[in-house]
């Protein structure tokens, strides 16, 4: 327990040196400049690693399966369906020019709400049949993949050049009034998740064991998946789709805490994610000098560390 203390407090200690790196290196006095261009792109780092680890986390401990992250429930395609249906039908220079709260909202709305539709129709007679949930997840997914795909083909090549831009994950052009409201809504599912942490821990044991401690595993299973949806709902709606993002902090949290509770995993998976993001971010930016986005690195880390568990894993087996 208290070596576990201790790594959060170095990993909180490294996150602080990126963060300052990050928003003072080569300011050159322009302070109020820096803090403006670079204070909005951190405070996105923080809610998306936050939000991201902390899903994905709780995810895999739902399913009993470290491979699994909740884009199998097609929340990141239903995000390129919506952005594609705006810029199909109200086109690309009016939504981008659009910075209002409820489209915000929108997009939010519309990607958790069909997922809890998903989960209410899937999960309502019996918590028990998690896994046709998750294949329906997939099937949704390619369906929504298919539909964006054809419309994508039927547009008009400016727009299709404008909207490929909103699909990949960016943190520069984030909204202030955006970042406010994710704020809120992080504090209000992050605490649910904190809450309902012990029961998540007996789960981990097994979902015998969990249901002989007094654990209504079925009902943890909807309200998590409720709460994991909403989650990865917020992160996407502000930055874009982070397909990789929780599957590699979560991977490298369980191996620097490999006997921690949940609240411990999330705390440290969430400052991994914050050093991961900030510090990749800065020495693309200042050390290599390489005009791209963290989001980039994301996808191809995140392919390969994929790649390299499953032959881990089969090699263990």
């Not at 991201?52 to 699994?68: G, M, P, W, Y």
Request: glycine share 8%; net charge positive.
């Amino acid at each position: 327990m208290k070596k576990d203390s201790r790594k959060i407090l170095a990993l909180a200690l490294c996150a602080g040196l990126f963060l300052v790196l990050y928003l003072s290196y080569g300011a050159y006095g322009n302070w109020s400049f820096a803090f403006s261009l670079r204070g909005k792109k951190i405070v996105a780092f923080i809610l998306v690693a936050i939000l991201t680890t902390v899903s994905t986390i709780s995810f895999q401990t739902l399913t009993q399966n470290k491979f699994l992250t909740p884009g199998i429930l097609g929340i990141d395609q239903l995000y390129v369906t919506v952005q594609t249906l705006l810029f199909f039908l109200v086109g690309g220079v009016s939504v981008l020019a659009e910075k209002s709260i409820a489209l915000f909202l929108l997009n939010i709305a519309l990607m958790a709400g069909l997922s809890v539709l998903f989960i209410t129709f899937f999960l309502g007679k019996s918590g028990k049949d998690l896994f046709t949930l998750l294949m329906v997840g997939m099937i949704a997914s390619s369906l929504f993949g298919s539909i964006s795909t054809f419309l994508q083909v039927l547009m008009d090549p400016n727009e299709y050049d404008l909207l490929q831009g909103r699909l990949f994950a960016s943190f520069s052009n984030v909204l202030g009034n955006h970042l406010l409201l994710s704020a809120g809504l992080l504090l209000l599912i992050v605490s649910f998740f904190w809450y309902f942490s012990p029961e998540l821990d007996a789960l981990r044991l097994g979902v015998d064991l969990a249901v002989n401690l007094g654990i209504s595993v079925a009902q943890l299973q909807k309200i998590m998946l409720f709460l994991i949806a909403a989650a990865i709902g917020v992160a996407t709606a502000l930055v874009g789709p982070t397909i990789f993002l929780g599957f590699i902090i979560a991977t490298i949290s369980y191996e620097v805490f490999p006997k921690a509770n949940h609240r411990q995993l999330f705390v440290g998976a969430s400052l991994i994610a914050i050093i991961f993001l900030i510090g990749g971010q800065f020495l693309l930016e200042q050390v290599f000098g390489l005009n791209t986005t963290i989001s980039i690195l994301i996808q191809f880390i995140g392919g390969l560390f994929f790649i390299a568990k499953l032959v881990i894993e089969r090699k263990k087996a």
